[in-house]
Structures are given as structure tokens and as C-alpha cells.
């Protein structure tokens, strides 16, 4: 059987390669760039948004938010690592910031964009005002991963389009189960 999609995928990867690059170069190398880029990696890690739901279940404070963005968030990670697995990627960097020898050392898609674009979209349907901060701390965090040599830029992108058809697709279930009309 012929590969009649290698060319396609080689100029994806060339392109994704580049863009990476330039994103590593972008903003110029300066410890405050660095510094940004190392906190912005941690931005969207699992235990700390854990942490953000626990506080806001125990002050018993937007439970279909937290139902919702819960499930959508179990949902990322089964897919993520079950993407991870199949694609079995390996990262653009030496691994020397976060990832040496270890569970994760497979890079697509992000999980991290992924977990931030859930988050931004459920976020921002419970408190639009917001939404710009929301959508920031994500192309941050996206932006980090890239930056630190752990992500390619491809990578992030894919995290975040199914980041956001997983949130749609929960928000859509939930609507549908419990009988409420989709808002336009």
C-alpha cells in the first residue's frame, strides 16, 4: 500500500518545525522571556486547576460549572494519553526543563493547551467578562510550551482544537440530558 500522505505530512512537519523555531526565537532570549516561559509551562498543570475545583466545590459555588468542566476534563486526559500513545511523538527538546526519562515523553498533542482550552471555554461561558484572561493564561501557557523546547507548535494547536471540541461536545451532553435548549 502506497503512502499517498507522506508529502502532505512532510510539509506539515517542515512547517510545524519552523513555526516551532520561530516561536523559540520570539520574543529574543532574555531572562525575563525565560522566566515568563517557565511559569506560564506550570500555568496549566492538572494539580493546580485540581486544586482551583476543589476550592470552589468546597465554597459549594457553581456546580454545573464544575460538573461540566470535570467531565470535559477526565475526558482530556483519556485522550490525551490515548493520543499520546498512538502518535507516540517525540519531544523537540533534551527534556532538561521538565521532561527527562519519565511517563510523558511523548509530545502530541499538548495536554497542557488542551487542559487550558477547556478550561478557558468553561471558564468563559460561566463568567464572560473574563474571558479575555482566560484566553490569555491559554496562548501563555501554549505559548511556554512551545518556548521551553517541549512542545512542537503543532502540538499546542492540536491540544487546543480538541480542548474545544471536547468542552463543546460536554457542554452540548449535559445540555442535551438535562433538557435545556443551546444558546446562541
Same mark, same amino acid.
Do not use: N, Y
Given at each position: 500500500m502506497s503512502d499517498w500522505l507522506a508529502?502532505?505530512?512532510?510539509?506539515?512537519?517542515? *512547517?510545524?518545525? $519552523? %513555526?516551532? @523555531?520561530? +516561536?523559540?526565537?520570539?520574543?529574543?532570549? #532574555?531572562?525575563?522571556?525565560? &522566566?515568563?516561559?517557565?511559569?506560564?509551562?506550570?500555568?496549566?498543570?492538572? *494539580?493546580?486547576? $485540581? %486544586?482551583? @475545583?476543589? +476550592?470552589?466545590?468546597?465554597?459549594?459555588? #457553581?456546580?454545573?460549572?464544575? &460538573?461540566?468542566a470535570l467531565v470535559s476534563l477526565a475526558a482530556?486526559?483519556?485522550?490525551?494519553?490515548?493520543?499520546?500513545?498512538?502518535?507516540?511523538?517525540?519531544?523537540?527538546?533534551?527534556?532538561?526543563?521538565?521532561y527527562g526519562p519519565g511517563p510523558d515523553v511523548h509530545s502530541f498533542p499538548s495536554g497542557h493547551a488542551m487542559r487550558m482550552t477547556v478550561i478557558a471555554l468553561w471558564a468563559s461561558w460561566q463568567w464572560p467578562a473574563w474571558r479575555w484572561l482566560y484566553w490569555a493564561a491559554t496562548a501563555m501557557v501554549s505559548w511556554s510550551r512551545v518556548r521551553l523546547g517541549i512542545h512542537y507548535a503543532g502540538d499546542v494547536m492540536a491540544g487546543c482544537l480538541l480542548g474545544a471540541c471536547i468542552a463543546v461536545a460536554v457542554r452540548h451532553w449535559g445540555r442535551h440530558r438535562s433538557g435545556q435548549r443551546p444558546s446562541r
Open positions: 508529502p502532505v505530512r512532510s510539509r506539515l512537519a517542515t *512547517w510545524d518545525r $519552523g %513555526l516551532s @523555531a520561530w +516561536l523559540v526565537r520570539c520574543p529574543p532570549a #532574555h531572562p525575563q522571556w525565560e &522566566r515568563l516561559a517557565r511559569l506560564g509551562a506550570h500555568l496549566g498543570d492538572s *494539580w493546580l486547576w $485540581g %486544586l482551583v @475545583a476543589f +476550592l470552589l466545590w468546597g465554597m459549594g459555588r #457553581h456546580a454545573g460549572l464544575l &460538573r461540566g482530556q486526559a483519556g485522550v490525551t494519553l490515548l493520543i499520546k500513545q498512538l502518535v507516540r511523538r517525540p519531544r523537540p527538546g533534551e527534556g532538561a526543563f521538565l
